[in-house]
């Protein structure tokens, strides 16, 4: 069945920024980045197949648009998060905070940050529900200062409830563990960057447990051409500041990993992007998505070489057959992740974590 939809010009100036920007991550084949704004598509699926889209924001984005309302001057990240909201609410594509609110949350459970997480969360809803034509002249540049919806409700009393249910969200800890290891194998001055890369691969097999986006993250950190600010980590730092770094760094790796969750335990109806200001994140999470679906690490070799590839490929496609690991002997527990979180604190000087 043929369809035909027509939009408003101003979605033209809109899209065109937005692919510069180049904030959406899609794992959706045989479609080109730039194809991912082709409005058509996500309302032809939605109402011919029933399928619904969500994207999933990082916590640059997520400030983007709050700092739309915030701000008195705003910034060209502001009008162009503001252009993406307008953008999904033509297409009936929702959008998705809860990534960015748990990483502003980081675990404090203080009612100032609590309180200002629950604001920031209802005027959230306040912008992404509005219905008035400020949005657009935002966008624009017409003006400067948009018009929210009068109210959202919400418990904020849930929400903290919620935001501070559990300890540790399910896996962060294990992606906290492989972050400090990256940085204490980074420190070691006897080794090459492909030695520490392939030491980072064997331990995970040998000591720890395998990840895709841990996997991913060390191949280009430690490739001839690492992306700049990868490593937040400084050795200078004091041990608050280096614990603070490596926090920073496990939330990227936790949304990349929870994306993955998304992407490979969804029903067949529902599809999801991830929408982020961060390029290095983008970046290995492009790559990851790569992997993912070619079932190899071919895509590695614009940035390692060939050799490499091919080993880690081999000791990764089939770990039990290279390596004796804990993830298969009795050892393996939650204890004995807190002991080698505790060992790798304590040789790069990062303050322990409490997990």
Request: with cysteine.
């Amino acid at each position: 069945m043929e369809a035909l939809y027509t939009y408003p010009s101003y979605l033209d100036d809109f899209v065109e920024r937005l692919i510069e920007r180049g904030w959406l991550v899609h794992n959706f084949d045989n479609v080109a980045d730039s194809e991912i704004y082709n409005f058509s598509n996500y309302l032809y699926n939605k109402q011919e197949n029933g399928v619904t889209y969500t994207i999933y924001l990082d916590l640059n984005i997520y400030q983007f648009i709050l700092n739309a309302f915030k701000k008195s001057n705003p910034k060209q990240e502001f009008r162009d998060a503001i252009a993406l909201v307008v953008f999904c609410q033509f297409t009936e594509i929702e959008l998705d905070p809860t990534y960015a609110v748990y990483e502003k949350v980081n675990y404090r459970k203080d009612d100032e940050i609590l309180d200002e997480v629950v604001s920031d969360l209802e005027l959230f809803h306040r912008i992404n529900n509005i219905n008035n034509s400020s949005m657009v002249e935002f966008a624009s540049g017409d003006i400067n200062t948009i018009i929210p919806a009068e109210s959202y409700a919400i418990n904020p009393n849930v929400i903290k409830q919620n935001l501070t249910k559990y300890r540790r969200l399910c896996e962060w800890d294990s992606l906290y563990l492989i972050v400090v290891y990256v940085i204490y194998v980074a420190q070691l001055p006897s080794l090459s960057k492909l030695d520490k890369l392939t030491k980072v691969v064997e331990w995970m097999i040998a000591e720890f447990r395998l990840s895709l986006v841990g996997i991913t993250f060390a191949a280009i950190y430690f490739s001839g051409n690492p992306m700049k600010r990868m490593m937040k980590y400084k050795v200078l730092d004091d041990p608050l500041t280096k614990q603070r770094s490596a926090f920073n760094m496990t939330w990227d790796l936790y949304n990349l990993n929870r994306y993955f969750r998304m992407w490979t335990e969804r029903v067949p109806e529902q599809e999801g992007m991830f929408a982020s200001g961060d390029k290095v994140f983008n970046a290995v999470l492009r790559k990851s998505i790569k992997v993912q679906q070619t079932s190899c690490l071919d895509c590695f070799q614009g940035f390692l070489p060939e050799d490499i590839v091919r080993y880690l490929e081999k000791i990764t496609s089939k770990p039990n057959e290279h390596f004796d690991r804990v993830y298969d002997s009795p050892d393996w527990a939650p204890a004995y992740r807190e002991e080698l979180i505790r060992k790798y604190e304590a040789l790069t000087g990062i303050e322990h974590s409490g997990t």
